[in-house]
Antibody
Framework: EVQLVESGGGLVQPGGSLRLSCAASGFTLRSYWMHWVRQAPGQGLVWVSRINSEGSSTTYADSVKGRFTISRDNAKNALYLEMNSLRVEDTAVYFC???????????????WGQGTLVTVSS | DIQMTQSPSSLSASVGDRVTITCQASQDITHYLNWYQHKIGKAPKLLIYDVSNLETGVPSRFSGSGSGTDFTFTISSLQPEDIATYYCQHYGTFGQGTKVEIK
């Protein structure tokens, strides 16, 4: 069974940093592109970032570019999101998601975790 | 950047009703359009990919259609367990979401 479990969320002050992790199981992580998607309180889903299966190519939403870094450790079955210079507007539940198939860059998010809450507040 | 405009933002319907949600892209996206269901406190769930392909295990009352810039998501007979917010998505862009409630 495919499982994605996010961790690392919490309360952080504006300007601070946080590193989210996503533990993957039930499949071979190195075969799939992975994504981060967030949902601010009372708002809709917003795509944040994606990384190819090897970890050699990354893409970011304009709102996080230069502040967030997506990475992966296929040997540890883990996906990460390093978040720096956090702003109040980064407050959200962050979901990791797996591409539906190993085919590159389909943009279809077949499996999702339950999310981890990041709160940026002073 | 491509924008996805989804409507309505919310709807209320009775059990057994046919429910339709539309999604319009700001430019031609051919068939690269997916639909997700998100229930409060749960992980979002892929329902339909590439406009009209039903994900494995998804009930057949869910369907999708369209091409180019205009797309439609339909629940043929609304069930109580369908209460959720539904999103269209094209690569890095989601629609604003449609909250579906029971009347």
């Amino acid at each position: 069974e495919v499982q994605l479990v996010e961790s690392g969320g919490g309360l952080v002050q504006p300007g601070g940093s946080l590193r989210l992790s996503c533990a993957a199981s039930g499949f071979t992580l190195r075969s799939y592109w992975m994504h981060w998607v967030r949902q601010a309180p009372g708002q809709g889903l917003v795509w944040v970032s994606r990384i190819n299966s090897e970890g050699s190519s990354t893409t970011y939403a304009d709102s996080v570019k230069g502040r967030f870094t997506i990475s992966r450790d296929n040997a540890k079955n883990a996906l990460y999101l390093e978040m720096n210079s956090l702003r109040v507007e980064d407050t959200a539940v962050y979901f990791c998601a797996r591409a539906s198939t190993p085919a590159p860059n389909t943009g279809i998010l077949g499996y999702w975790g339950q999310g981890t809450l990041v709160t940026v507040s002073s | 950047d491509i924008q996805m405009t989804q409507s309505p933002s919310s709807l209320s319907a009775s059990v057994g009703d046919r429910v339709t949600i539309t999604c319009q892209a700001s430019q031609d996206i051919t068939h690269y359009l997916n639909w997700y269901q998100h229930k409060i406190g749960k992980a979002p769930k892929l329902l339909i990919y590439d406009v009209s392909n039903l994900e494995t295990g998804v009930p057949s009352r869910f369907s999708g259609s369209g091409s180019g810039t205009d797309f439609t998501f339909t629940i043929s007979s609304l069930q109580p367990e369908d209460i959720a917010t539904y999103y269209c998505q094209h690569y890095g862009t989601f629609g604003q979401g449609t909250k579906v409630e029971i009347k």
